[in-house]
């Protein structure tokens, strides 16, 4: 159990985010850039690292340093906390000899992602703690309240509204078995996690994503978002094009971008020009080849993927903030409706022997 305990307290508080990421990448650039060598830059920052998976981290990469290997070599061995993305311009710095400058634009790059990320986190907070209240507070009332009103519908002896009747019956089920309820809860959400890690489960959820009608234009621009920064910031640091496609195809985080990215690598391994497959996939909107086209012609592809990932990360902000508006009203009419119907099932019997009695 000791074991068990320690593994969740190191997943829980020892994760490394984006924001240890773009802190770390700040943090070296500014050492080097002082004239400090790449392994004593480490050690200080494994003296204030505050996560102990950052601090195990960075000792093995003074290790890894000291016998003679380069950087992104040692960081490839902690794939769990860099990716290969990170990895990627860490190397393209090494080769260039412009590693401080490189780690510089890595940071500003990873605080855009990171700030956008938390936008979107953001916005499914509210919604969701919602939805979470208004479960705990229907159970409560299941446990607590209505025991209680039950036996005053007992002493009524008058026939009870179906309604009334069937929250009645969910009641007494809650009461007698709510160890059931938590398992049953407890096993759908561990089933679909585990539903969306397998090869499978991990596609259909995706795909479902991409093709729901109220928020398939989010997903779109938040994978395109995505998809653009993480072109941008490889093909601008050095990175060959199909490397370039192959790690953005890894970390764009859904399954079927991903199986169209390997596609376009294939083509492009041909010598198509990356435009031409892009423009014949329906999972990618006409502007990103269209775009595309203009960065291989004019030879600044960099440049204009980057102008394309401000233009989709400013309308998932504004999209973010316009189903946010909707959403609200939505939830307070699905929360007045569950109310009501509680409320009606509850009073409206007492109300009924009231107009009886007065009669």
Known sequence: ??????ALQTDLFSRVGGKDKAVLARQLATMLGAGLAIDQSFRILSSQAQKQTLKKAYLGIV?????GNSLSFSLSKYNKIFDPVFIAIVRSGENSGKLDLVLNQLADRLELTEEFNSKIKAAMYYPAFIVITMVVIIFLMMIFIVPQLKSVFADMNVELPLATRMIIAVS?????????????????????????????????????????????????????????????????????????IAISADVIQNHIYTKSLKDVAAQVERGIPMSVPLQKDKNFPPVVSEMIMVGEQTGKIGPVLTKLAEYYERETDT?????????????????????????????????????????
């Open 319 to 359: 999209r973010i903030k316009s189903l946010s508006s909707l959403v609200e009203p939505v939830i307070i009419v699905i929360v007045g409706i569950g109310v009501g119907f509680l409320v009606f099932s509850i009073i409206w019997p007492i109300y009924s022997l009231a107009q009886a009695n007065l009669e």
């Open 63 to 67: 290790t890894d340093l000291e016998q």
């Open 1 to 6: 159990m000791k074991l068990n305990l320690q």
């Open 172 to 244: 007494n089920f809650t009461v007698k078995f709510w160890w059931l309820d938590v398992i049953v809860l407890i096993a759908i959400v561990a089933g679909f996690s585990y539903f969306i890690r397998t090869k499978e489960g991990g596609s259909t959820w995706d795909k479902f994503k991409i093709h729901l009608p109220i928020a398939r234009e989010l997903y779109t621009m938040i994978y395109m978002a995505r998809f653009c920064r993480t072109m941008s910031m490889l093909i601008q640091a050095g990175i060959p094009i199909m490397e370039t």
